[in-house]
């Protein structure tokens, strides 16, 4: 008889469970952090990031819309704008995130899950060509794993930048030591906060 402890559903049940605690609990403490702190923080991440190399040198970044209180990366993606970089932002088209230029506010409209989106007129960045991913999540690990909000868009993205540099985007207070990992989980090769960058 197996063991109960190594069982595949059982361990399938309790990694599940444990990613819903820690989604809960990352909502709950990111729902309660007051605006200017909010914005205060996301100044602080995106100072350490335009420091990085991989910022520098890279010539088309794709980052993302914050929603419900995420760090906010839009000082950082206006900045790489006017340094004459191309910028991208994800669009949800059926199960898939499709990469388009993003120029404007004024070029976006709001998608399926209140997230601001390109629109689906702008042109497209093909997944190969990206130097520089910002990729959001609820929480990140000190081994570059990250728990997102269950929805896998960024794990079927993910593999089809090839070149791309993976950077987490977080709160300090979202970086943990360990996450639950699945084998399909891709790592980020380095996550920054509001304090510090982490290098993986």
Known sequence: MQDREHDP????????HAKRELRSRMRSVRAVLPASARDERSRAAAERVV???????????VGFSAIQKEIDPAALLSG????????GLPRVEEDLLVL???????????????VLEPLASAPVIPPSE??????PGLAFDVRGHRLGYG???YDRLLPHMTK??????????QVVMELPD???????????TDQRVLRI
Not at 51 to 61: N, R
């Open 9 to 16: 559903k059982t361990v399938a049940y309790l990694r599940a």
């Open 51 to 61: 420091e990085l190399a991989e910022f520098v040198g890279a010539q088309t970044i």
């Open 80 to 87: 790489a704008r006017a340094s004459g970089k191309r910028v």
């Open 100 to 114: 388009h230029e993003f120029r404007d506010v004024s070029e976006l409209e709001e998608g399926s899950f209140g």
């Open 130 to 135: 990206v130097d520089l991913v910002i990729v």
């Open 151 to 153: 929805r896998a868009f």
């Open 164 to 173: 791309a540099f993976r950077l987490g985007l977080a709160y300090d207070f």
């Open 182 to 192: 699945d084998e399909h989980d891709i790592p980020m090769h380095a996550v920054a």
